[in-house]
């Protein structure tokens, strides 16, 4: 029996699913497929945290359900990790909670504080569930335009004088998925200031703290700008900085008003993450650090290769400052075409797959990301596959991207 299913509706079609179709039907056929698609690390979690997780699993009592706000020894270790790294004090009892994946953590939050009609301000082109998690629960969403040739300021002034309803809240992602954008703390202090004024919670999505290319410029917290937690809630995750990303550990920290409304949902949807994995994800954060540093040296060498050997083949990628992704324009041939039609073309031509522009909002289109989770032998591979396509014909003809 069909039905019109109220959230369901409100879901525009995922634009990604069409290069994921033709991503498998490679494979299936036995293409070798170089995959710069998804930001899924490839890197594996260092042995430290994968020995605590086999001594916790071993011990019958962690088998019980755990606690839907974290366990406190890991609620303890998140606020030492903001009192080394930031010099932010966390009260662990209500200021922090841990969540089953930052994503996890962004969706409830959204089903805590938004009902239908409230409006959210979101950066464009964005991470999927920084709108979508807002328009499952029923707000409205009033995208800003991102990047270098944007003034923020000036389109943040714009998004709340033009919308009715005011805004419950603004979205906030740097180091940026997709672009890499980096901001310092002056930055987020015109922000704080801005909502405090005006009576608007933010949500800043900190994902990427750890994957930095500058060691005299590491990314800073917005809940370092005093005052910052009377309007503010941070997300944090051990995906990237741990190479956990299976694992689904996030956290939220900041304003015990919004602490308080995702742990209460919270409390009602589930029972926390296995507490194995958070007795594992506690040694992470509280453990020896060389790894995370590791990590950052791979990611920045990778980035490093992919922008020099891509450049040789006639693609010119700008190095992304932070994260584990480079946002390109799609190269002059495809401009009128679209990311859809390259992303599509790049994969079934040269066997090479990254992710379309226009899937992370109108505003991404033009752009494609390309994830730093191949080799070094991978990506040079890729390049030479991209520079045998990027001498062949015009790209073929393609219908444009539905527009989100």
Not at 190 to 195: G, K, L, M, N, P
Request: aromatic residues 10%; negative net charge.
């Amino acid at each position: 029996m069909p039905q019109d299913f109220y959230r369901i509706k409100r879901l525009p079609p995922y634009l990604f699913a069409e290069v994921n179709a033709l991503k498998a039907a490679a494979r299936a056929r036995g293409e070798d497929i170089i995959d710069f698609g998804m930001g899924n690390p490839d890197l594996p979690t260092p042995q430290h945290i994968i020995d605590k997780m086999v001594e916790a699993v071993a011990d019958p009592k962690t088998h019980r359900y755990s606690q839907s706000r974290g366990i406190p020894g890991l609620r303890k270790a998140l606020a030492a990790y903001y009192a080394r790294r930031f010099n932010v004090e966390l009260d662990p009892e209500t200021e922090a909670i841990v969540t089953i994946g930052s994503k996890e953590g962004l969706a409830n939050l959204a089903q805590a504080i938004s009902a239908p009609g409230d409006v959210i301000l979101s950066p464009n082109p964005s991470y999927p569930i920084h709108p979508y998690g807002f328009m499952i629960a029923g707000a409205t969403i009033r995208h800003m335009p991102i990047g270098p040739e944007y003034d923020y300021m000036r389109e943040l002034e714009r998004g709340v004088q033009h919308s009715v309803p005011k805004p419950i809240a603004v979205i906030v992602n740097f180091p940026s998925n997709p672009t890499a954008q980096v901001v310092d703390l002056d930055f987020y202090g015109e922000i704080v200031d801005f909502a405090r004024s005006r009576g608007i919670y933010i949500l800043s999505d900190l994902a990427y703290s750890e994957i930095y290319f500058d060691e005299d410029k590491p990314p800073p917290s917005i809940l370092q700008v005093p005052g910052a937690k009377d309007v503010a809630v941070e997300f944090t995750s051990m995906s990237k900085t741990y190479s956990m990303p299976g694992w689904r550990i996030g956290f939220a920290a900041g304003n015990p008003e919004l602490i308080g409304a995702l742990t209460r949902v919270k409390s009602y949807l589930d029972y926390g993450a296995f507490t194995p994995i958070q007795v594992a994800a506690t040694a992470a954060l509280n453990g020896p650090q060389e790894c995370v540093a590791e990590a950052r040296a791979i990611y920045k060498a990778r980035r490093d290769v992919l922008v020099e050997s891509f450049g040789r083949a006639g693609w010119d990628i700008p190095p992304p400052p932070a994260t584990m992704f480079a946002w390109a324009k799609v190269p002059e041939p495809w401009h009128d075409k679209g990311s859809m039609a390259f992303s599509k073309e790049l994969l079934q031509e040269a066997g090479v797959a990254v992710s379309p522009g226009i899937g992370f909002g109108e505003h991404g289109e033009g752009h494609v990301r390309i994830a730093l989770v191949e080799n070094e032998h991978r990506i040079r591979q890729a390049a030479r596959n991209l520079k045998k396509f990027l001498a062949q014909k015009e790209p073929t003809s393609a219908e444009p991207a539905e527009a989100l």
